[in-house]
């Protein structure tokens, strides 16, 4: 197999290459590690690649199959991550100037996880400093850019895993989420990217952003693969219902705020995606939210107060290792007071009752925009009026913020292109522990169409 | 919310002065969801807790 064709395997392929023999874990990691050095560079992705480890695993991998052993789900099949997942005595700067030197003590459970599964750990990946930005902003390492145009945000914070499984660097990699950071790179760069339902995926050893919201999950090219790696990250079978297919699935399509910003490109892309469950055997319904600037109130409180908390000693020792950006974000933390705090949490189960009644009602799922503005460009969310650049910046989130207060499991899915070559996308957002349903919805999608194959020309596998 | 609070609650409860000096860029901001969320709150029983969402997640859990 050539080195383009083992690039162009998404991940299940490739792990049950693996599996097969077909190819060995040696010549897909090479394969991965030359890519991420040379494509994966020159989109500022890469942080660190762990070449000696990651082949010396890659060898003990190939080792191992050819003794004849039971193998693992993701036998030798080589991942890297965002830079905010620790691995005992390695380096994990989160994206930040303040922590370019810290080097943890434990190793993230999701890890160590990945590590039983046999999959290869191989490096760490670009992100926004601290995971605090929609866009994936980082005034310290650049931005990573879009494979599909480099002078777009890829969408953050989980940046640079968007940017390297979108360019078949590596086949899926683990992000984070706290106000939609792994559905805006998804989203932004043409992939599937799932956050969990709150707790469900463990956050230990994951450099926190804001506890009560924060969640792991995968970055992948398809439902599928999302589904594999959910299964090892989370302990649990999201993959063998998954083919099970949607006819008699209701999907709920709320309107009201969630339609308020909606440019009218991405607007046609979600009706041919309603049009396409449909055919499927979905059955839509409308339904409408409640009152989303309580439930964005609450949820960045939650986020700044406990982003606050986590930072404050450095707000004060090294303000001018914040870009400016990221230390406005996290500064109205500071303010409120602890009875808001403990109220925003106390109201989150009712308001989550409420929103799930308004917002799904007697469906399966809801249907959201993922973004509701076409992806914008690195100028429009860097330079120019300080207001214009803030407003951009909070659209982007306008439809994923809300749900991580919620702690309700979503996803986003490819479903086109915009005018400008950029990808579109559609939220999926189930009840509690609705993984599998959005996995099987999002799958079944993708069975029908073709826009997770399409591949970005930065990928330079044409 | 009168700035001049803001700034002390940065100064002199979270002993952080450069954020002090940047309190007018997020006055408005804390305002607006300190009044939300104190509104809303007016609507929780008297016994509930900041432990009640876990709980219900738990409950949820099928699995």
Known sequence: MTQHAIAALDLCALADALAAGDITSVAATTVALQRLETVGRKLNAVVRLDNARALEAAEAADKLRTSGAALPPLHGVPLAHKDLFYRASDLSAGGSKIRARFRADVTATVIERLDASGALDIGRLQLAEFAMSPTGYNEHNGHALNPWNPSYVPGGSSSGSGVVVAARLVAGSLGTDTGGSLRHPGAMCGLVGLKPTWGLVPTDGVMPLSASLDCTGPLTRTARDAARLLSVIASGDYESRLADGIEGMTIAIPGGYYRELLDPVVAVRLEQAVVALRHLGVTTIETAPPDMAIVNALMQVLMSVEAATIHRRWLIERPQDYADQVRARIEPGLFYPATRYVEALSLRARITEQWIAACIGTADLALLPAISIPVPTIAATTEGDPADVARVISQLTHCTRGINYLGLPAASVPCGFDGAGMPVAFQLVGRPYAEATILRAAHAYQGATDWHHRVPAAAELQ | ?63
């Open chain 2, 1 to 63: 919310m009168n700035e001049d609070i803001l700034r002390q609650v940065a100064a002199e409860l979270n002993f952080a002065p450069g954020a002090a000096e940047r309190v007018a860029r997020v006055a408005a901001l804390v305002d607006d969801n300190n009044r939300r969320i104190a509104d809303a709150a007016l609507a929780l029983p008297f016994d509930s807790s900041p432990y009640d969402f876990p709980a219900w997640l738990a409950a949820a859990d099928k699995s």
